[in-house]
């Protein structure tokens, strides 16, 4: 997904280094998730009014909507293509579960179910794995 301006100062692994690289941006050699860092810019108050939150990958998200609808199941869908971040932090927070295909949720301190059915999630989980402690065998 090509992007514009902005400076890259942490990328979550060598895989995003050099997608980003090919995109023209300087090679970052600092690896870690990003969001780690959210906490020095953004710490919401969680009420946890909500019993379960699902965040689908872009790709899923028309499809999981629709069987949360049709299915009327007591979760609540999270778009994390919204401009308002904070919204978007906000309404994870709210949660007590979360089922998701990214490891935001998990910087929040939540209990989360990592779904993996997308190639494009597994390459992520790859990034973000051989930067971390967290690798599966």
Do not use: W
């Not at 992007?3 to 995109?23: H, P």
């Not at 028309?62 to 778009?79: H, Y």
């Not at 929040?108 to 993996?116: A, C, D, E, G, N």
């Amino acid at each position: 997904y090509p992007f514009k301006g902005g400076n890259v100062c942490v990328v979550r692994g060598r895989l995003t280094a050099e997608l980003i690289a090919n995109y023209g941006f300087p090679k970052c050699e600092i690896f870690c998730d990003p969001g780690l860092l959210m906490p020095l810019f953004y710490r919401p108050e969680c009420k946890k009014d909500v019993k379960i939150g699902i965040i689908p990958h872009i790709d899923e998200l028309e499809t999981v909507s629709k069987l949360v609808r049709d299915f009327k199941l007591p979760a609540k869908i999270i778009d994390l293509r919204s401009s308002e971040i904070e919204d978007v932090i906000n309404n994870i927070c709210n949660c007590e579960y979360i089922l998701s295909l990214h490891f935001m949720g998990s910087l929040l301190r939540m209990y989360i179910l990592f779904l993996l059915y997308s190639f494009s999630i597994l390459i992520k989980e790859k990034d973000y794995s051989n930067t971390t402690i967290i690798s599966r065998q």
